[in-house]
């Protein structure tokens, strides 16, 4: 059974940082594609930032040189520090674990950006 277990979600200012963690089980951790959508309220989920199996990095622009997403294969778990939040931040994140057809998501986790 695959499970994506979020956790760190919260209330950050603006300017703030927060760090999100992915436990993964049930898969062979170093063969998937990780990484983090988001759905901010009333809109659609959106790529955030993704980790191959290779360590290939890939951020959507919004979060260039603010957000950074790691993995540890050791304890299969991925990270996104998120650096210099922004109200636009705001949304439910969603873990995602991808390989060839196969796909799974996390329960999301909230995060919210906010004075």
């Known amino acids: 059974q695959v499970q994506l277990v979020e956790s760190g979600g919260g209330l950050a200012q603006p300017g703030g940082s927060l760090t999100l963690s992915c436990a993964a089980s049930?898969?062979?951790?170093?063969?998937?594609?990780m990484g983090w959508f988001r759905q901010p309220p009333g809109e659609q989920r959106e790529p955030v930032a993704s980790i191959t199996s290779r360590g290939a990095i890939d951020l959507a622009d919004s979060v260039k040189g603010r957000f950074v997403i790691s993995k540890d294969n050791v304890t299969n778990t991925i990270y996104l520090r998120m650096n210099n939040l922004k109200p636009e931040d705001t949304a439910v994140y969603y873990c995602?674990?991808?390989?060839?057809?196969?796909?799974?998501w996390g329960q999301g986790t909230q995060v919210t950006v906010s004075a």
């Open positions: 049930g898969i062979i951790f170093t063969q998937w594609k």
């Open positions: 995602n674990a991808k390989f060839n057809t196969f796909v799974y």
